[in-house]
Nanobody, 120 residues
Framework: QVQLVESGGGSVQAGGSLRLSCAAS?????MGWFRQAPGKEREMVAR????????FVSNSVKGRFAVSQDSTKNTLYLQMNSLEPDDTATYYC????????????????WGQGTQVTVSS
């Protein structure tokens, strides 16, 4: 069973930057970054495939966030620039080894979450 360990959250002022990391203990087919703010539904922010398919970034963060991988460290990153107060949420990474589940955005492996707080 792959385990995920997230890091990099924190508090910043609007316009600032943070980089989240998600270290995986084993291989995965797809991995995603999600976020959930209090009272809101969970939202997928970005998705990365190990096959080299172009990463996905949601429209809500496109142009500000970027997802990348360091395969030597088996770690996925989420670079967040020009942060806005609406980006305040708990951010989770999730992974999946099943191609079928990946195609359905159904991840079984989740990290513990890391808090990002953006003040105006």
């Amino acid at each position: 069973q792959v385990q995920l360990v997230e890091s990099g959250g924190g508090s910043v002022q609007a316009g600032g930057s943070l980089r989240l990391s998600c270290a995986a203990s084993g291989p995965y087919y797809c991995m995603g970054w999600f976020r959930q703010a209090p009272g809101k539904e969970r939202e997928m922010v970005a998705r990365f495939w190990s096959t080299g398919v172009r990463p996905f970034v949601s429209n809500s963060v496109k142009g500000r966030f970027a997802v990348s991988q360091d395969s030597t460290k088996n770690t996925l990153y989420l670079q967040m620039n020009s942060l806005e107060p609406d980006d305040t949420a708990t951010y989770y990474c999730a992974a999946e080894n099943s191609t079928y589940r990946c195609s359905r955005n159904d991840h079984r492996i989740w990290g513990q979450g890391t808090q990002v707080t953006v003040s105006s």
